[in-house]
């Protein structure tokens, strides 16, 4: 049999003989292990999902015209939105804005893709349904408000450049239909919502924006790397951070992150303290034991080695068991916080397994020194 095995063989001996004590200092680094690995997947997997919620909460970036002189079109956009990742883009939103009269009241109308608005302003709260056919718009509740209307009325909205002021023909204008009433607590309540094509329609087709909505999966600095290069690349184009969202989302998650790194931090601290008073626990009980193998010519080395091994061997058990059941730990606070799952990653076994090593060695570096300080022949006196 070589020392290896036989070292093995004795350390597990060990452990087995004081199963009871053992086995509460495997629980303890097996729990520190899965908070380890499993708010470490969280850490890492947090501004993925936390991105996911905020683009609940609207846009996280718009175009608008560089100068007062430059039109904003659909056309210049969407090249301007080609150095965004096709990955992080999840939307793109244009708006084109006008003055209408309906019931004889001036209503500011929004012409845009209906369709793309539940990707860019998933936060709408429609009272009736979208738009599902031509003539058909949605109402702000506070026009809605002011014009007496509701879901299922229809009316007559007219629009006039004011070049035609002389003109005897007079502008029939279009017959709509409200599909919906939006309420949302902004300033959005203040518009009309039609597509693009009744907008065209209604006031003459124009290849010009008043800005466009866009919706990027990406952190506070992804979404200014691409503000420079937009700016950088377009010279019609200017885009601009909406930062009411992106600051609060990366206030939100530092501040999260920070807090699960404090968390981590203090369960390891505890999980040392947990297993140290363990091992201080061993040592005591095995002072005769030791004393009679110092008696015998155990070199100070060979005792400690023996019992850093038991630790250190419970450590990687403990890490392994902890990497797994810190996946299913983060796997369910995903599913209940943020409601979609994550990915296991497999590096955290290893990682886990080896923090967890370092933590238990730690823990028991002070209870195993004290062994040094045994004298053998008061210990086997029983003094």
């Known amino acids: ?69 430059t039109a904003l079109t659909m056309d210049a956009a969407e090249e301007a939105a080609s150095v965004i990742d096709s990955g992080d883009l999840l939307g793109m939103t244009p708006y084109r804005y006008e003055t209408v009269r309906i019931h004889e009241q001036p209503i500011v109308v929004a012409g845009t893709d209906i369709e793309s608005t539940k990707i860019t302003s998933p936060y709408w709260h429609i009272d009736g349904s979208y738009p599902a056919s031509s003539g058909e718009v949605i109402l702000g509740s506070d026009v809605a408000e002011l014009l007496g209307l509701g879901v299922g009325d229809s009316f007559n909205a007219t629009y006039s450049t004011g070049d035609d002021s002389d003109s005897d023909e007079p502008n029939l204008g279009v017959d709509m239909k409200v599909s919906g009433i939006l309420e949302t607590g902004g300033s959005e309540e203040n518009y009309l919502y039609m597509s693009m094509d009744d907008l065209n329609e209604l006031a003459g087709e124009k290849d010009s924006l008043q800005v466009v909505e866009l919706s990027i999966s990406a952190m506070q600095e992804e979404l200014r790397s691409y503000v420079e290069q937009i700016s950088e690349n377009s010279d019609a184009v200017a885009a601009r951070l909406v930062k009411r969202v992106t ?40 002072r005769r034991e030791i004393g009679l193998r110092k008696a015998l010519g155990a070199s100070d080395k060979s005792i400690i080695g023996e019992f850093m091994g038991e630790g250190l061997l419970l450590g990687g058990i403990g890490g392994l068991v902890g990497s797994v059941l810190g996946f299913v730990f983060a796997q369910l606070v995903s599913v209940n916080v943020f409601s979609s799952s994550i990915t296991f990653q497999p590096l955290l076994i290893p990682i886990t397994m080896v923090v967890s090593v370092l933590v238990t060695g730690l823990a028991c570096l002070l209870p195993v020194r004290s062994t040094m300080a045994i004298d053998p022949a008061l210990v086997l006196k029983g003094e």
């Not at 199963?19 to 850490?43: D, H, K, N």
């Not at 999260?256 to 091992?279: D, G, H, K, P, W």
Request: glycine content about 4%.
């Open 1 to 69: 049999m070589t020392k290896q095995k036989m070292f093995l063989r004795m350390i597990t001996a060990s452990l087995i003989r004081r199963r009871s004590r053992m086995l509460v200092a495997l629980l303890a680094i097996a729990v520190g292990g899965t908070i380890l690995s499993g708010l470490v997947t969280i850490y890492y997997d947090v501004p993925r999902q936390m991105g996911a919620q905020f683009r609940n909460y609207g846009a996280n970036m718009i175009f608008v015209a560089a100068d007062t002189e």
């Open 247 to 286: 600051q609060s989302e990366s206030t939100v998650l530092t501040k999260l992150q920070a807090l699960v790194f404090l968390v981590t931090a203090v369960v390891l601290v505890l999980t040392m303290i947990c297993v140290a008073t363990t091992m201080t626990a061993v040592v005591t009980e095995r």
